[in-house]
């Protein structure tokens, strides 16, 4: 799926683009459409070639999100060769693990959601598969291939209702006891009863999109989160840990290279993990340089104010600078170095030790080391 279709016919020879929505769905579409004659939906750009040299662009018009997701078939492990990706995951605790999606994509809507996130922009309203459709899936995740951790990957869990009709559907089903369970949440929606049945049905990594230290940033980005409020919240999660003997472990994903940030600024946010870290309110975190994806607000604001460096899709991997900032590329890069840096505490790196508790804790720590040192030498100078 892409923001810029035009630019996809101009650049290769596809023929089909997707420009966002239900892709599943439209491509069933398409191949009954080369198949059997079937009228392409909504939300599909397709070349109509003249002769030789010469083709027309035509589409079908913005893309609808009116398919039920609960319809959708169970996703076929054996053709997405699944075991690929089961063992070597430096957030899987537990392995083998796998992914799925309960939703799409994340329920933050207001003013149009976070502004450098593109799932709002492909998916403009959130939906939910119903808890026991989900649960059916872990159930199969765990009876046929003997799955002991799962990562749903919706931009943000369901909450409310939903989630505790979830929580106690694992707990009633037995799952809780067979698997591990990880998701994406928000600061400043859960509440304490919340958290202590998450960590009585078997969750574990929480991944919090932190962003930033500043205020600042975080508004600009329309984040819609409190930094005053996140040290207590995770405080929270803590306590329904050992209230429950639980094993909720928190883990934040951090960025910089912020167009508006300073030096001063952006070293805020490495202070914030590493007296996070510290006090073994998070047990982990992934940094990365901003990046100000096509279609998203945050891009629309660059090019108005040209703070692009670049429009060279090649270099929109998170590995170097994309916004001008008042800082040189090599710093913004040991920045990032710095934010994978800010564990290494002496209470963070004793209390890891003490909470070995299997060989399956051994192989974590191994596989996430190497995963921290990857990331190191990703932000090396170039």
Known sequence: MTALPEESFKNSKVDYVLTGGDYDFLLLNLANHLAKKEKLEAGI???????????????????????????????NRELTKWQLYAYENGNYKRTPGTYLMSGRDCWWR?????????WTVLYPQYR???PEKVLDEIGELINKYQIKEIMDDTGTFPVG??????CQGMIKRGYNKKIYFDCNMRFGVLN??????????????????????NQETLDRLNKGTKITGIERELKIAKMANKKTKGHLEPHVTCMVGYHWETKQEATKTIEMTKNLFAKGLIQTLQATIVIPYPGTALFKECEKNHWLKTKNWNDYDMSKPIMIT????????KLTQGLYKSFITPSFIIHKIISIRSFDDIKFFWRAGKAIFGHLADFKKK
């Open 192 to 213: 304490k009863e919340d958290y202590e049945l998450m960590a009585k049905a078997g969750f574990r990594f929480l991944l919090y999109g932190l962003e930033s230290a």
């Open 110 to 118: 207001k003013d149009g959601g976070c502004k450098f996130c593109a």
């Open 128 to 130: 939910v598969r119903k």
């Open 161 to 166: 209702a939903w989630l505790r009709e979830f």
């Open 45 to 75: 750009w397709y070349r109509e070639q003249k002769n030789k040299t010469k083709y027309e662009i035509h589409n079908t018009g913005k893309f609808q999100l009116n398919h039920d997701l609960n319809k959708l078939p169970f996703i």
């Open 326 to 333: 008042s800082m040189k590329d090599e710093k913004v890069r």
